[in-house]
């Protein structure tokens, strides 16, 4: 176990563990931002349809396109939500089933079967 924080530790200063670790803080910053926006708009009654993340990948998908596909950014709002909603689920479900197989494979030595 201190070989992999150890390796973990010399990962995290590469190139890619910089990148990893800058956009880790980019997406927290983003969920703070969502939070504060969701808050906002309980309290006030605001309806916020599109976030800076669509309203960027709206603009950039019509600048790749040269202004042909047009998006609508309440739309594609939901499909990036709904898409990061699944990654998450995903990696919940999948770190909940290693957790319990680490207590199983534990009980199951334990007990000598």
């Given at each position: 176990?201190?070989?992999a924080h150890?390796a973990k530790?010399?990962?995290s200063?590469?190139?890619?563990?910089?990148?990893?670790?800058?956009?880790g803080y980019?997406?927290?910053?983003?969920c703070?931002?969502?939070?504060?926006t969701?808050a906002?708009?309980?309290?006030?009654?605001e309806d916020?349809?599109s976030?800076?993340v669509?309203r960027s990948?709206g603009?950039i998908l019509?600048?790749?396109?040269?202004?042909?596909?047009?998006i609508?950014p309440?739309?594609l709002?939901?499909?990036?939500?709904?898409i990061?909603?699944?990654?998450?689920?995903?990696?919940s479900i999948r770190?909940?089933l290693?957790?319990?197989?680490?207590i199983?494979?534990?009980?199951?030595?334990l007990r000598?079967?």
């Amino acid at each position: 176990e201190l070989k992999a924080h150890h390796a973990k530790a010399l990962d995290s200063r590469t190139l890619l563990g910089h990148m990893r670790s800058g956009l880790g803080y980019a997406m927290s910053g983003y969920c703070f931002y969502r939070v504060i926006t969701s808050a906002k708009a309980l309290l006030v009654g605001e309806d916020f349809s599109s976030d800076p993340v669509s309203r960027s990948l709206g603009f950039i998908l019509r600048r790749l396109s040269h202004d042909k596909l047009v998006i609508d950014p309440a739309l594609l709002n939901q499909y990036v939500t709904l898409i990061f909603i699944g990654t998450i689920s995903a990696l919940s479900i999948r770190a909940f089933l290693k957790n319990a197989s680490r207590i199983f494979s534990t009980l199951t030595n334990l007990r000598g079967w």
